[in-house]
């Protein structure tokens, strides 16, 4: 695919688009209508090199999958996000996950990661496995408390963020919803705590998250910063109905900082 261009890709009612090589987002097709606006909105469109939608409609893509992925615009990208269900949903989506990371990470991109336990996909065996072995391939593990606890154990947030960083993570976000979020990076942990908003719906408040935070690194921030900025998207995300439409605006969340 050439860098400014767009398709429809077999097998899903989905548009790719991609302009200048920045980020690569990859997703299961069969999400994309609820999630495509959801995951992208804190990215701008300039920063977007591809969104990859796969797709599991028979044994022959599974094969394919390695053969077709867009591996020289990966290798372009500067940060790279996937989620734990785009490897949940099926074995071709799980080795995509895996190929567009180490593709990634040999190009020396950052790869930003959400494992996004969802146990009505698959066991937790099997989600521990794949999650643990991915957890190791990323820059930055961005999980929920509650997930990361099902996952790697610990009786404390702390205990928690140790199990992720000994399981090969560089860098972790822990976020813990009403309590806000804690960075670890490099030897430093700060505790950012949480916003006071009008709460009424917490769907998708995890992914506006993680589009704020890997927007924020990419815009030069250091972690801290963009967790922070991060931090507040996602409460701001609590304060409507639906994952979509309570989606902040930049301006909105400059506020809430200042405020």
């Not at 372009?76 to 269900?85: E, F, K, T």
């Not at 709460?199 to 963009?226: H, K, N, Q």
């Amino acid at each position: 695919m050439s860098a400014e261009s767009s398709r429809e890709i077999a097998g899903a009612d989905a548009i790719v688009e991609s302009s200048a090589a920045k980020v690569v987002v990859v997703m299961p097709a069969r999400q994309a209508a609820a999630t495509l606006k959801q995951t992208v909105a804190e990215i701008p469109l300039e920063h977007v090199a591809e969104i990859i939608l796969v797709d599991d409609s028979s044994t022959d893509e599974t094969v394919e999958l390695a053969r077709t992925l867009p591996l020289e615009v990966i290798r372009g990208a500067r940060l790279v996000h996937a989620s734990g269900i785009s490897q949940a949903i099926s074995a071709s989506a799980c080795d995509a996950v895996f190929a567009a990371f180490a593709a990634a990470r040999t190009a020396g991109a950052i790869v930003t990661y959400d494992p996004n336990l969802r146990l009505k996909l698959w066991p937790l065996a099997r989600a521990r496995a794949v999650i643990v072995a991915t957890v190791a391939a990323c820059t930055w593990c961005l999980p929920s408390e509650e997930d990361a606890q099902l996952l790697f154990g610990g009786a404390t947030a702390d205990d928690v963020i140790d199990a992720l960083h000994a399981a090969g993570a560089p860098g972790v976000v822990l976020k813990r919803g009403a309590q806000g979020c804690i960075v670890s990076h490099a030897g430093r942990r700060e505790r950012l705590p949480a916003h006071r908003v009008a709460s009424v719906d917490a769907t998708g408040a995890g992914d506006c998250f993680d589009g704020a935070f890997a927007t924020r690194l990419l815009a030069g921030d250091d972690p801290i910063a963009a967790a922070s900025y991060a931090n507040a998207a996602a409460a701001l995300a609590t304060t409507g109905y639906g994952a979509v439409a309570p989606l902040p605006r930049p301006a909105a969340v400059e506020r809430l900082l200042a405020a």
